[in-house]
C-alpha cells in the first residue's frame, strides 16, 4: 500500500521559512515526478513545483521561483519543499503527489498540511 505521510508547516509571519516533507512507504517511483501542490482559499488546486526523478530536475510555478526549492532524499524516501520569503498570499494546504511515469498523472497523494502566513 503506498503511502506519502506529510509533515512540516505551520504559522509564521511574512518572510518567514517552512519546510515541508513527504516521507514515502510502500512503493518506490524510480521513473516518475514527485510534486507539490496547494490549494489556497478561493482558487482550485494549484501546482507549485515538481522534480523527474530520473535526473532530479525540477520545475517551479512563476509565483514561487527563487522563493521555494523541492529537493529530496533518496535514501529515506522522502521528498521535501523549503519555502522561504513567505508571502501572506502563500497561505493555503499544501498537498505532495506522485506519478508512476513521466507521461501519467499524479496518483498518489499525501494528507495535506496547512501552511499560514500572518501579514
Known amino acids: 500500500q503506498v503511502q506519502l505521510v506529510q509533515s512540516g508547516g505551520g504559522l509564521v509571519q511574512t518572510g518567514g521559512s517552512l519546510r515541508l516533507s513527504c516521507a514515502v512507504s510502500?512503493?518506490?517511483?524510480?521513473?516518475?515526478?514527485m510534486g507539490w501542490f496547494r490549494q489556497v482559499p478561493g482558487k482550485d488546486r494549484e501546482f507549485v513545483a515538481s522534480?523527474?526523478?530520473?535526473?532530479?530536475?525540477?520545475y517551479y510555478a512563476d509565483f514561487v521561483k527563487g522563493r521555494f526549492t523541492i529537493a529530496r532524499d533518496s535514501a529515506v524516501n522522502t521528498l521535501f519543499l523549503q519555502m522561504n520569503s513567505l508571502k501572506p498570499e502563500d497561505t493555503g494546504i499544501y498537498y505532495c503527489?506522485?506519478?508512476?511515469?513521466?507521461?501519467?498523472?499524479?496518483?498518489?497523494w499525501g494528507q495535506g498540511t496547512q501552511v499560514t502566513v500572518s501579514s
Open positions: 503527489a506522485a506519478a508512476l511515469s513521466l507521461t501519467t498523472p499524479y496518483k498518489y
Open positions: 510502500g512503493h518506490t517511483f524510480p521513473d516518475g515526478n
Open positions: 522534480m523527474r526523478l530520473t535526473d532530479d530536475v525540477a
